[in-house]
């Protein structure tokens, strides 16, 4: 390729000079005939037109296919040395404009891997006003709400009272009829306040008949509200075959507790926040000075529930061992007495009584709360409660709460109003997430592709077993029980359950489900929790469902659960940017590879690690062993707590899981690939990206988290979210990767080749 052409035209420009010399005989005293000027036209427009079309060719194959690859198909005619470097298949010149349009290579990939990878995809994918973070996971989301806005517009076509389809689309169509819920206004809600005790800022509450247990029954019976705990059904961690109740302390209004103790004049979350429940009063009938005392009074006990909440990063949060406290509810009433638990309770397992057994995660929370409601006066209590259920519930009303929802948004989150039928959407996959999923499947994924992954899958399954056996930290018989999990872990869920195109089975899933009305939104909502309820206290006294799936198809995730030990990796993750059939080996590894590699290491991190091959929370490692890995670990939390993005911290305690997790994906998702190499050969090129397939490996694995994030948005993630953000994500685990290293011979101690790495796996 580097030869023949510019030999060829070198000739050509030779030929031109030779008679171009010809024309300069004036000694001769002979000028040109026409005939003869006709045919130097012709041979000097054909010599142009030679090299214009090798110089095509040569700088197409070189650098410039992006900007015209539907010129160039898999039938292009490449000299042979190129042809045996380069794949020129139409899906490997699409793979390379993804990249090259990804890519900035003005950016140095030793200094700042991120911005290398993804500074063209930041600049061609702005953030949108109404989304609050804007990335690979969230843009594709986004397009299948768009097909399923579709699907849920067209009408039902199974159309009996026991079609799921029928349900789906009607919850739906309900939450659509913008004006069937503005005639009902805040009706269903002020009945809900008062069926619930009365309210005092709006007059209608008797201290002298309200009782709180009566109050926090009726919340969580009749309108699905949890107020001072939260309570949820999950398999037993150290009998995972048995289905129990777990207590935990609540989510705050502020989603965490550290918002509640910035200074209240200055910060514009307090601010927004009170701003929002003064607004919501008012439109319920609140005079604006009730409404601010009412504000100032749900913050106020708000931030006493704030003050006796664990944080995010706290032990008792994150560690699965610490959170393990059986007791009965005969216990339970001791620990905190002011609520009626067995009534309680019995929304979830309807034969409770005291001897029933419950998991409290956090025994020293609900003592301090007993303590705090005990000192809190009533009319306080009360309108917590209120304002629990209102902001369940009022987003479900006319388009003045919906506005005032949006506000809160734009100053909690940074982002705009979403369109209406983008929220009802969502709200349906939230509500009846399988049915949707089934709707989905049926029309826009095939299984064609599983086989494939599969065996990417055992590839880096047998890639594990190898680090195992290298492992130092470890001693044999930890080896020995670590190969015995690595050996149990289950992977045959992949895209969606078989289940979801059978209609007599989603029918049946979903028959309590009392989905009615297309103009009756608020009353659908609560007959959608009835059904929910009704299902899981049916699922409650069967034993754990195996093959029960966690998240939805449609959801673009993929996970690892460590009392089932298995990987689920669902339809919405299993299409581009993250994998497609065309792309290729290297970057097949990078993506679908890594993450397969993220989720197996989940089952040896350290939470997972703590439960063993049959998914009980049960000791496997001795104690030398333990030791080790534990200070393994603590290398991940102090190397990425020094990551700092927009002026915020990496919290490296609390993203510890999920480092780890990146990192070790990465790895053993580049030994799999080069594991592979070794087996079939050096993949050909990309056309124009100029990089080997090495090298194309990280810039495909960094440029999954491409992505924008607003500051709103980033706080929250910083103060919460056990990911790091983007662009930590986008360089952290590759700089951890002795690969990355050795590929783009960065110096020691540049950003992406630091001093240390840490060891482990």
Known sequence: MSESPHENANEMEMDFNSKTNLTEPKQEGRRWTSREKCLGFVLFFCAVAVVLLVLILVLGVYGLVHIFPSSLTSQTTLPPRAASLYC?????????????????????????????SCDGWLKKNPIPDSQSSWNNFNLFDKKIKSKNKEILQKPSERNSSESFERKVKLLYLSCMDTNAIDRVGAKPLLEAISKAGGWKTIGTWDQSNWSLRDSVTTLLYDYFVQSFVGISMKADDKSPDVNIIMINQKRLGMRDREYYFENETESKFIKGYKTYMTTLAELLGATKENATDFANEVFDFEREL?????PSDAPENLDPSLRYNKITVEDLHSLLPQINWTQILATIDVEVDRRTAVIVFNKEYMTKLSALIDRTDSSILSQYLVWALVQKHAVTLSKEFEKARDEFRRTFYGAG??????????????????????LYIRKHFSKESKEEIIDMIKDILQVYEERIDQLTFMDDPTKKNAKAKLEAIQYKKIGFPDFMLNDTHMDLRYRQYEIKCSDC????????????????QEEFKKPVDKEKWFLKPIDVNAYYSSKHNEMVFLAGILQPPFYAPYFTRAMKYASIGMIVGHEITHAFDKRG??????GKLQNWWTNESRKAYEEATECFSTYFSKYEVSGFQVNGELTVTENTA????????????????????PEKMLPGVN????????????????????????????????HAPLAVRGQGPAS???????????????PMTPAKICKIF
């Open 88 to 116: 020129m298949t139409q899906e490997c010149i699409k793979s390379a404009d993804a990249i090259l349009s990804n890519i900035n290579v003005s950016v140095d990939p030793c200094e700042d891997f991120f911005r290398f």
């Open 306 to 310: 704030a003050n006796i909440s664990f």
């Open 417 to 438: 109003p979403k369109e209406r039928w983008e929220k009802c959407v969502t709200y349906v996959g939230n509500m009846m997430g399988d049915g949707l999923s089934s």
């Open 521 to 536: 939104h608020f009353q659908n909502k609560i007959d959608a929790f009835r059904g929910a309820r009704a299902y899981q």
């Open 609 to 614: 690690s703590q439960y063993d091959k049959d």
């Open 662 to 681: 990146d990192t070790v994906g990465l790895r053993v998702g580049y030994a799999a690939y080069k594991t592979w190499v070794s087996r079939n050969g």
């Open 691 to 722: 990089r080997t397939p090495e090298e194309l490996f990280f810039i495909a694995n960094s440029a999954l988290w491409c992505g924008h994030t607003r500051l709103e948005r980033l706080k929250l993630s910083i103060l919460s979210s056990v």
């Open 736 to 750: 951890q990767t002795q690969g990355f290293a050795e590929t783009y011979k960065c110096g020691l101690g540049s």
